[in-house]
């Protein structure tokens, strides 16, 4: 195949669904052979975390695998309804689905990390609904709500919190009203669970961090620690190798592109502040680090291109193999 057909065929839905079809055995058969660690440690304060909602094996399976589901349509769908890659291209869904299969053993359970990432590309794209548009304040509030709610289950949401409100103001929306309703989804859930009995002395807990790497072997910690250092690398390149084109685009595509920027580097600081948790931004750090890459690749489509990412796509396969081989 010619470097020019290469990179047209990275970028079609078609290559999109391969690497789907190949990453979906690829953390069934992690699962199979029970090469994953069970995440532990009830880091809730009012409502338990998201890993000890489903006690069942099976269902906390297919919950984990509808979840990755519903966040690589989602990466779909945020390219399509507001068009950020300013190309036609599927290249966010395979890279998520190659990064996510890197680190199988998370793929595979529904956790804080699979909510997370789940929650804020579902509020990101109720935010870019509401660009140059602020009279939408019942968005506002639902973004708000949703954090704010989430904040019970762990504490690791709170700190999304200024992001979406400093999105607020990328989005050409940030006034009093907009203040009014981000305050009240804050408050909203808080004061249902208090009038529901739940924020009694009793009820509030301290959360039980458990971090992984206590409970995994020094090999798993050192590829988890890999893989993450290269995601996270990948992330910060492709995001210096956008800046300059991105000056170039309009303002909404400039707020579109700040907002993911916001999202990346935040979701960075917490994993080098929040260590022990650190699990629990892999999916949204995989999920932001998609966008990047694809961003870069989608406004830079020579003819070599194409062998660059299959090189990204190839690497992080060795990496799952390694993965499953420890």
Same mark, same amino acid.
Not at 218 to 243: D, E, K, P, W, Y
């Given at each position: ?25 690829? =953390? ?17 304060? =009012?409502?338990? !975390? ?38 036609? !291209? ?24 699979? @909510? $997370? ?55 050409? *929306? ?9 305050? $009240? ?26 971090? *992984?790497? !206590? ?16 995601? !996270? ?17 309009? @303002? ?37 680090? @998609? ?15 194409? =062998? ?15 993965? *499953?081989?420890?």
């Amino acid at each position: 195949m010619k470097a020019a057909a290469l990179t047209r065929y990275i970028h079609s839905q078609g290559f999109a669904a391969l690497i789907l079809a190949v990453a979906l055995p690829g =953390v069934l058969g992690a699962y199979l052979f029970g090469e994953f660690t069970p995440i532990t440690g009830d880091k809730g304060f =009012v409502i338990p !975390s998201a890993n000890e909602w489903i006690f069942q094996p099976w269902a906390d399976l297919v919950a984990a695998l509808v979840a990755n589901a519903a966040i690589v349509a989602m990466a779909g769908l945020t390219d399509k309804f507001f068009n950020v890659l300013r190309s036609n !291209s599927a290249l966010p869904l395979t890279i998520f689905a190659v990064l996510q299969l890197a680190t199988p053993g998370l793929s595979v359970q529904f956790y804080t990390g699979t @909510a $997370l990432a789940l929650t804020a590309a579902g509020c990101l794209m109720i935010l870019f609904s509401c660009y140059h548009s602020p009279t939408l304040t019942r968005r506002v509030f639902l973004i708000f709500l949703i954090l704010s709610a989430a904040c019970a289950t762990q504490y690791c949401y709170a700190l999304y919190i200024p992001v979406f409100l400093l999105g607020c103001a990328q989005m050409r *929306i940030f006034n009093a009203r907009t203040v009014v309703a981000a305050l $009240l989804g804050l408050i909203t859930p808080w004061w249902i669970m208090g009038a529901c009995g739940m924020l009694d002395p009793g009820n509030i807990r301290v959360p039980n961090l458990v971090s *992984i790497f !206590s409970v995994i072997n020094r090999q798993m910690a050192v590829h988890l620690l890999v893989t993450i250092g290269l995601t !996270s690398a990948l992330l910060i390149g492709c995001f210096i190798l956008n800046v300059m084109k991105t000056i170039a685009y309009n @303002a909404r595509a400039r707020a579109y592109s700040g907002a993911f920027a916001t999202l990346s580097l935040v979701t960075l600081a917490g994993m080098l502040i929040d260590y022990n948790n650190l699990i629990s931004y892999i999916p949204l750090l995989n999920y932001c680090a @998609a966008y990047e890459v694809a961003g870069y690749f989608s406004s830079h489509r020579g003819e070599r291109t194409g =062998v660059a990412v299959a090189c990204i796509v190839l690497l992080y396969i060795i990496l799952y193999i390694c993965q *499953i081989q420890l």
